[in-house]
């Protein structure tokens, strides 16, 4: 019995102590300030310096808890350490709830946490000197009002600064770079009266972002620049903010404003924000204006909502615009002699040089939109408006487009050249004189032909269908098609239809141009290109790379560039569902047939997919050929070789169509120094003679030929784009 007794008191002894150990643990957490040093989870009721640094990583709990108003925390140069919970529970570094008039200041890092500084509920607070890295967000301002926040840096956290449902607060002087997954400072849903100055965000995904039900902000004297998405972003439904002073520069899109209705537009945007260093002209409800370049300098952006009346001319926009040049619901107004280049989208959002909605009876003149990501010209529910003498030159999707519901606009002496397609008109359009040059797709041309690598005297076969300029058969348009260097050519006609063929009876690079004329003298040029005789092998290698193409190819977070130089440092390139690289540099010998890629790439994918190539690129997952990916959630690095390509290019510049894509879940790209990814291009060339380079994307090389019993018989007949 007296061993028994003896077990149970022991056991009984052991429940105590733990009960007692555990005890001491939640005791820890207690209140401190004023002579009392403060712990981790502690509540401060007193202001306090800290004398040392805290980690708090070991437990979930906040750094430290206000508990009282009136009070200052000064962290004395020290530093906060936490770990974020993720849960509905957060873990906050500063806990700032129903307490007013409270200062956190002079923290060296505050850190690890869901949010580093955390305020609810509460006035009147001033929040200074603190850096605020590595947290879910690194200050976070909720239902609070009057306080200001000043002189803080908020770097490498999924997001700078949130201000939501608060009101009459003070952003100032702030540091806000390299914010993952967020913007560096962000006015959320409720987010009123604030006061936005003088800060510093650079390279986050959104430099300033100002949500939906956001109002009567004021955003001034910001410095923002190399955001990934937007430098700032505007989305509104309601409400006017007032910009100024804001620098923006080589963020993908410097400015972006997305309203709902009108009303969602109506903002105070004046001249002194400046993109890529040029002013904005963000125009509402204004009519009878004059806006000349030649007088005010170059305008970097130029949107007009709701106006009338207004002449801009006279100037060259800047690049990294979302469009740069908008009419939104604006009559009765002209744009002309302005070069609009470089605009870009994303989320299938603007891409434009020029973009006409809900407007009518505007002229556009002596406009010149060259690579933009979208198209040159895009008009949308627009009624009655003219286009004379525009020139849309290599943009990613299309020259011009005529949207549905666009009635009785008129083109005329418009050029289209050198994109993946010339005039996309859904409403019939009055059309005359516009001319479409070496475009990938063309309105009014269809054809086919036989193998473009040929042999001496073997006979080359093509047929053509021909069309007007709305797409309608034309048996009556006028033709002409000329073989460089110069051989007979037959060619039958039946309706619409041409059957031609030549016979090549030297060795090298031939050209077939065609020209087609409807009764309106809009006119159609294109050329193709055969390699005639013996040819060689040649390869070249790309890097995968992490930056922005810069040839017209389809441009974004999901779309990169291969370069013939390696990287430097470590780039990563991601999206949903799939992502884009495009060859940006053209290849020594470039007037070629492709037979086969050989690709070596670090993938990640979150569910299977596929790795593919595609000949001409457009802004899609789509593919020519492909090879099954499968799930990696960590890098892998794979070789896919596409083989039997046989892709002939019509033109040196076709190179800049061609690209590899990974398509699946969540799918990225990585390239490094120590392993760069990279593909093999390998490719025929006739070298008789041999065009081993075209620097200038302007020379078109019609024909670089010898005959067979002689090399130094040789002939190079040039053009020059866009016309020949």
């Not at 280049?341 to 809900?358: A, P, V």
């Given at each position: ?7 149970h008191t ?11 150990g ?7 957490a207690?209140?401190?300030?004023g ?55 957060k ?9 007013n ?20 509920n ?35 956290n ?17 540091t ?25 965000s ?29 430098g ?22 410097n ?51 709701s106006?009338?009346?207004i ?18 619901n604006t ?5 002309e ?49 003219t286009?004379i003498n ?41 059309k ?30 093509l ?27 037959t ?21 077939v ?42 441009i974004?977070?999901?779309a ?21 690289n ?18 070596y ?29 499968p ?20 033109y ?27 593909a ?33 018989d ?11």
């Amino acid at each position: 019995m007296l061993k028994i007794k003896l077990q149970h008191t022991r056991f009984a002894l052991i429940i105590a102590f733990l009960v007692i150990g555990f005890g001491l643990t939640e005791a820890l957490a207690a209140d401190c300030g004023g002579a009392t040093a403060c712990n981790c989870g502690d509540t401060v009721i007193a202001s306090t310096t800290l004398s040392t640094n805290l980690d708090c990583s070991g437990a979930q709990t906040h750094g430290l808890t206000v508990g009282a108003d009136n009070i200052t925390i000064n962290g004395g140069g020290h530093t906060l350490k936490g770990i974020q919970n993720l849960g509905k529970d957060k873990n906050n570094g500063i806990n700032i709830v129903g307490y007013n008039n409270i200062t956190v200041t002079n923290f060296s890092n505050i850190n690890n946490f869901d949010n580093g500084i955390f305020i609810e509920n509460s006035n009147s607070n001033t929040i200074s000197y603190n850096n605020t890295n590595l947290n879910t967000y690194g200050i976070y301002l909720y239902l609070a009002s009057s306080t200001l926040v000043t002189e803080n840096v908020a770097n490498n956290n999924n997001g700078g600064i949130l201000i939501k449902s608060s009101t009459n607060n003070t952003i100032s002087q702030n540091t806000t770079n390299q914010n993952i997954d967020g913007a560096g400072i962000e006015l959320g849903n409720e987010a009123d009266n604030n006061t936005v100055i003088g800060n510093i965000s650079n390279e986050n995904i959104h430099g300033i972002d100002l949500a939906p039900g956001s109002i009567s902000n004021t955003v001034t004297d910001n410095s923002i620049e190399a955001n990934k998405q937007y430098g700032i972003f505007i989305k509104s439904n309601q409400g006017v903010n007032n910009l100024s002073g804001n620098q923006m520069s080589n963020n993908f899109n410097n400015l972006f404003v997305e309203g709902v209705g009108y009303e969602g537009y109506h903002h105070n945007i004046d001249n002194t924000n400046l993109v890529q260093g040029k002013p904005v002209y963000y125009l509402y409800g204004e009519s009878d204006q004059i806006y000349d370049g030649d007088i005010i300098g170059d305008i970097g952006m130029f949107w007009c909502i709701s106006c009338s009346e207004i002449t801009f001319k006279n100037s060259t926009m800047a690049s990294n615009n979302a469009n740069s040049i908008f009419l939104l619901n604006t009559s009765y107004s002209i744009i002309e002699n302005v070069t609009s280049n470089n605009s870009s989208f994303l989320y299938d959002t603007g891409g434009s040089g020029l973009y006409l909605r809900d407007s009518d009876n505007n002229q556009i003149k002596n406009v010149t939109a060259s690579y933009n990501n979208r198209g040159g010209i895009d008009i949308e529910n627009s009624d009655n408006n003219t286009l004379i003498n525009n020139k849309a030159y290599n943009n990613g999707r299309y020259g011009i487009t005529i949207g549905p519901n666009s009635l009785n606009n008129t083109l005329t002496n418009n050029q289209i050249f050198g994109g993946m397609s010339d005039l996309n008109d859904a409403s019939n359009s009055s059309k005359n004189g516009n001319s479409s040059l070496h475009n990938v797709n063309n309105t009014m041309l269809s054809y086919s032909t036989s193998e473009k690598t040929a042999n001496i005297n073997e006979e080359i076969n093509l047929e053509l269908n021909l069309f007007d300029a709305d797409g309608n058969n034309c048996p009556d348009c006028s033709y002409l098609l000329s073989v460089y260097p110069n051989e007979e050519i037959t060619i039958e006609k039946t309706g619409n239809h041409l059957a031609a063929s030549f016979t090549p009876t030297r060795r090298g690079v031939y050209s077939v141009a065609i020209f087609i004329s409807d009764e309106n003298n809009n006119t159609t040029k294109r050329n193709l290109t055969y390699l005639i005789g013996e040819t060689e092998n040649y390869q070249t290698k790309y890097y995968f790379r992490g930056v922005m193409p810069t040839k017209g190819q389809p441009i974004g977070l999901d779309a990169r560039t291969f370069l013939k130089s390696a990287p430097t440092e470590d780039e990563e390139w991601s999206c949903t569902f799939w992502i884009i690289n495009s060859i940006d540099e053209i290849p020594d010998y470039p007037l070629s047939n492709l037979s086969s890629i050989n690709s070596y790439s670090s993938y990640r994918l979150e569910e299977a997919g596929i790795i593919g190539a595609q000949k001409l690129t457009d802004y899609t997952g789509n593919t020519n050929i492909s090879s099954y990916a499968p799930i990696s959630t960590e890098y892998s690095w794979v070789n896919n070789n596409f083989n039997n390509l046989n892709w002939d290019l019509d033109y040196a510049r076709d190179w800049y169509r061609m690209s590899l894509k990974l398509n699946g879940f969540a799918p990225k790209w990585q390239t490094t120094p120590g392993q760069p990814a990279y593909a093999e291009f390998n490719y025929q060339y006739t070298n008789a003679p041999a065009i081993k380079t075209i620097t200038n994307d302007n020379i078109n090389v019609l024909a670089a030929t010898a005959s067979l019993e002689d090399s130094n018989d040789a002939k190079i007949i040039f053009g020059r784009y866009p016309f020949s």
